[in-house]
């Protein structure tokens, strides 16, 4: 159970996501090592739901400064899991 929890970081709760949740899309923070039949597996192990397909993206990190120094958030890994009609997952908590 714990890799699962290590391939899934965590369920993102932005604008974008929450309008995806009525047409059955929930977006994820992953690892960037995991490919989409590993993340397939975790979501549907930890949520207990059907994965019908996955769309994943390697998102850049941002530029930032401190006092003179410049520097860079690292690049993160995120996926859109499209869930199996009838299937959802429980976003309030």
């Not at 965590?10 to 039949?37: Q, W």
């Not at 401190?66 to 959802?88: E, H, I, N």
Request: hydrophobic share 40%; no cysteine.
């Amino acid at each position: 159970m714990i890799q699962e929890y290590k391939i899934i970081r965590s369920l993102l709760h932005t604008e974008k996501g929450t309008a995806l949740a009525p047409i059955n899309k929930y977006v994820f923070e992953v690892d960037r090592r995991a490919n989409k039949s590993e993340i397939k597996k975790a979501v549907e192990d930890i949520y207990k739901v059907k994965v019908e397909k996955i769309n994943t993206m390697i998102m850049p990190g941002k530029l930032r400064r401190v006092r003179y120094v410049a520097g860079k958030t690292a690049d993160w890994k995120k996926a859109v899991v499209t869930l199996r009609q009838g299937q959802k997952i429980d976003i309030t908590a």
